[in-house]
């Protein structure tokens, strides 16, 4: 899983990484404990490319090495997890509120959510809550 630079931001994951974790985060809010097998249901993958996603979550240091099958993130991966979940959140419910279709929205909200930068989404959400 590779890392890439924005300017002005620190290192962050692909978009897959991200939505990886973001799916751990939903889970995790339903169940304490979140295996392997619970996030290949509920992304609708199969269990060897989850198996190679969190291998490199580790690796990368976005979820704890020692916790056997439970997902456990690390202080960064959960940090980096709620961002990308604030600004999921936060995309669907403007772009719903402005009429498009919820399932749209929710795809739409998926794409942004990677693509904005830090500074961009703060401002927007200055502008659109204040």
């Known amino acids: ?10 290192t962050r994951l692909h978009a897959s990484g991200e ?5 751990i985060l939903i889970l995790k809010q339903k169940e304490k404990t979140v295996r392997p ?9 199969s269990r060897p490319s989850i198996s190679r996603a969190v291998a490199a979550l580790r690796a990368e240091g976005f979820l704890c090495p020692d916790t056997g099958s439970d997902l456990e993130f690390t202080e960064e991966g959960l940090k980096l997890a709620q961002k990308v979940y604030e600004r999921h959140r936060f995309f669907t419910d403007r772009l719903t509120a402005a009429g498009v279709d919820p399932e749209v929205a929710e795809q739409d909200a998926c794409r942004i959510e990677h693509a904005i930068s830090d500074e961009s989404f ?5 502008a659109l809550s204040g």
């Not at 899983?1 to 620190?10: L, T």
């Not at 703060?122 to 200055?126: A, D, P, T």
């Open 19 to 23: 939505d990886y974790l973001e799916a």
């Open 1 to 10: 899983m590779e890392h890439f630079m924005k300017k002005g931001e620190p």
């Open 37 to 45: 097998i619970d996030l290949a249901r509920y992304m609708d993958y």
């Open 122 to 126: 703060e401002k927007l959400k200055e």
